[in-house]
């Protein structure tokens, strides 16, 4: 994240930010857009039609690691237990996308990248989620 976009998050109001960790958010929305992006290109990268399964996963994983990290771009917004559902849903699709181009990684270079971006946004949200459970 630019330095622009992080001085915008720590004008937010600090009482709307519910106990979220600033490094582990910003940490987590950096993987999330990097997951987001690989997903897309690997999901377009004209892989033939017995990869329709990791097409669709791959465009499943945008979609949700684009919602993820929108909401943490909200704080005005944040509810603990919505946010909560909310990184669940993406750490467990991020771990599905990465199994399925895992299968694939072996033949075709742009599965094995956006498995490597999935992994370390499933960490990135892992322990993003870690810092909400103490807050």
């Not at 944040?78 to 181009?101: F, W």
């Amino acid at each position: 994240m630019d330095s622009m976009m992080m001085d915008m998050m720590k004008s937010m109001p600090a009482d709307k930010m519910m106990g979220m960790n600033m490094a582990m958010m910003q940490e987590c929305i950096e993987t999330c857009s990097a997951a987001a992006m690989a997903a897309t290109m690997c999901a377009d990268s004209g892989m033939g039609a017995d990869m329709g399964k990791c097409s669709s996963m791959c465009s499943n994983m945008m979609d949700v690691a684009t919602t993820m990290m929108r909401m943490m771009m909200r704080p005005m917004g944040y509810d603990m237990a919505s946010m909560h559902a909310m990184m669940m849903a993406c750490i467990e699709m991020g771990k599905a996308c990465s199994a399925e181009c895992m299968m694939h990684a072996d033949m075709d270079e742009h599965c094995r990248m956006c498995a490597k971006a999935c992994d370390a946004m499933v960490m990135a949200c892992e322990k993003a989620m870690k810092s909400m459970a103490m807050a």
